[in-house]
């Protein structure tokens, strides 16, 4: 085999021949229930008709007119669909193929937004420790996450990173959720303070984090302080929606649940649902007319921005969305997800903590749910519960926690968003097979 298996190179992964609504089918008949979505991707399932034909119907047309060239229908209805649910201040939308990609143009629009208004010296961006924006060295300069970086430190660029909004673990006994989220947004101004706030550019956060901590939310009023210290010093504040936006968490952007409008939205994932590559940024109108009225240009792309046939698969995914009433599904789906969940991990001894929006929901995993001890690192426990549950034929997305302790393994869950309730009770039969096979059955 030529193909590169990144993540196992002493293993051979299962080879998957078709994809039937919630299900992957591999080459020995063998049924994958795909909880997860890969990372939080396919929210439509697979194979979905009115996607596969309106990508079939583009590619009759036309696959590719270069974007710098040209416009076509797709990029623009997708735009504007994309525009028309944002938050209100948000005019425009730009086109890219994944996330990292759209965080390293989100870090590049910041920065030329400064230089087009006259304040050339904001070139800082401040992120949050055990965080992740992707993989490419800007990305991966901006995260926190200390097992990802490590490896390739130096860095570019440097980053000050900030505490995450993270309750579960950092929450005092003694403080509300409110108290504690303004205490932690307020690290936010003391890190603008310490750069000197003409040098800083922008803040990046994820309003729901995936991937590094598990799904865990904001907690009320988090977001909205992150927002007013922003504007106090003219700093950009840029949500990182890659994995929580389009629809995941039953709004079409995380941000609208909090209220809070950012400058600009980092989007991928869920906007292609796997049918097509493709990532975007949502661009707040005060940004665009800065350049469009001063320079003109963005000084930045891709050969394969705003790709057409991209966009017409991101198109198919996102009209399903709306014909489909499916926002209210995922709202629906998650609080039957989330009580299942509850009913059958509530009280394990290793589950510390059920959490999430939507249908974005993850599991803590401890070696103590009293003193919330993590497991060891080397024992890999998020491995074997991923491997157990595929030999179930499940597939979740449990991932490490950090080196230092201070989060632990854990397990996302991102059904699609037209999940049925028998196909929920089934994941959480099969995850509770492989959590109780690694960890035990508990109480
Ligand atoms: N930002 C966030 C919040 C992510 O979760 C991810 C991917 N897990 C990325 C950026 C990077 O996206 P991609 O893998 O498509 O480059």
Same mark, same amino acid.
């Given at each position: ?6 993540r ?6 299962p ?7 919630s ?21 439509? /399932? ?6 596969? @034909? ?5 590619? @009759?047309a ?12 797709v990029?623009?209805e ?7 649910? @944002? ?6 939308a ?5 996330g ?20 050339p010296? +904001?070139?800082?961006?401040i992120? +949050?420790?055990?965080?992740?924006? #992707? ?11 200390t ?34 989220g303004?205490?932690?947004a ?13 040098n800083v ?10 991937a590094?901590?598990g ?9 909205? +302080? ?7 010093? $003219? ?9 929580? $936006? ?18 600009i939205?980092?989007?991928?994932? /869920?906007?292609?649902g ?9 661009i ?6 800065a350049?469009a ?14 790709h &057409? ?11 399903v969305?709306?014909?489909?009433g499916?926002?209210a599904?995922? +709202? ?5 997800? &989330?009580?299942r969940?509850?009913?059958?991990? #509530?009280?394990?001894p290793?589950?510390g ?14 070696a ?6 993590c497991?060891?690192?080397a024992?890999?426990?998020?491995l ?9 034929g ?19 869950l991102?059904?699609?968003?037209n999940i049925?309730?028998?196909q929920?009770?089934e ?6 097979l492989?959590?109780?096979?690694v960890?035990g059955?508990?109480?």
């Amino acid at each position: 085999m030529s193909y590169l298996f990144p993540r196992d190179m002493k293993t051979t992964p299962p080879t998957i021949l078709r994809g039937e609504g919630s299900y992957l089918i591999d080459d020995q008949g063998r049924r994958y229930l795909d909880a997860s979505g890969g990372p939080a991707v396919s929210c439509l /399932g697979h194979n979905h008709p009115a996607v596969t @034909a309106a990508i079939q119907q583009q590619a @009759a047309a036309v696959s590719y007119a270069y974007s710098l060239f040209f416009t076509t229908p797709v990029i623009e209805e997708l735009a504007e669909t994309l525009v028309t649910q @944002a938050p209100a201040g948000i005019e425009k939308a730009f086109f890219v193929s994944g996330g990292s990609e759209a965080v390293e143009a989100a870090l590049k629009l910041a920065r030329q937004y400064f230089l087009e208004i006259g304040q050339p010296s +904001r070139h800082r961006f401040i992120a +949050r420790r055990r965080s992740y924006h #992707g993989n490419t060295l800007g990305a991966l300069a901006l995260g926190g996450d200390t097992v990802r970086r490590q490896p390739y430190e130096p860095l570019l660029q440097s980053v000050t990173h900030i505490a995450p909004c993270y309750e579960y673990r950092d929450r005092r006994p003694d403080e509300s959720a409110e108290a504690y989220g303004l205490r932690v947004a307020d690290e936010l101004e003391a890190a603008i303070l310490a750069q000197g706030p003409e040098n800083v550019a922008a803040f990046f956060c994820e309003p729901v984090v995936g991937a590094s901590l598990g799904c865990a939310p904001a907690v009320p009023g988090y977001l909205k +302080r992150i927002r007013d210290i922003c504007d106090r010093y $003219g700093v950009l504040l840029v949500f990182d929606e890659v994995m929580c $936006g389009m629809g995941r968490t039953g709004h079409m952007y995380a941000c609208l649940e909090d209220g809070v409008t950012p400058d600009i939205i980092t989007t991928a994932k /869920g906007l292609g649902g796997g049918y097509m590559p493709i990532g975007g940024l949502l661009i707040h109108g005060r940004i665009y007319r800065a350049i469009a009225e001063g320079s003109g240009a963005l000084k930045h792309g891709h050969t394969y921005a705003g790709h &057409t046939l991209a966009c017409a698969g991101a198109l198919a995914v996102q009209k399903v969305i709306a014909e489909e009433g499916l926002l209210a599904q995922v +709202r629906e789906q998650g609080a039957k997800l &989330t009580a299942r969940l509850q009913d059958r991990f #509530g009280q394990h001894p290793h589950i510390g903590d059920i959490r999430g929006r939507g249908l974005f929901l993850g599991l803590e995993l401890v070696a103590d749910r009293e003193s919330k001890a993590c497991f060891d690192p080397a024992k890999r426990i998020w491995l074997k519960i991923r491997q157990t549950a595929m030999e179930q034929g499940l597939m979740c997305y449990p991932s490490g926690g950090c080196v230092d302790g201070r989060n632990g393994d854990h397990i996302v869950l991102a059904p699609p968003y037209n999940i049925t309730d028998s196909q929920l009770d089934e994941l959480v039969d099969k995850l509770s097979l492989a959590i109780g096979q690694v960890l035990g059955r508990g109480a």
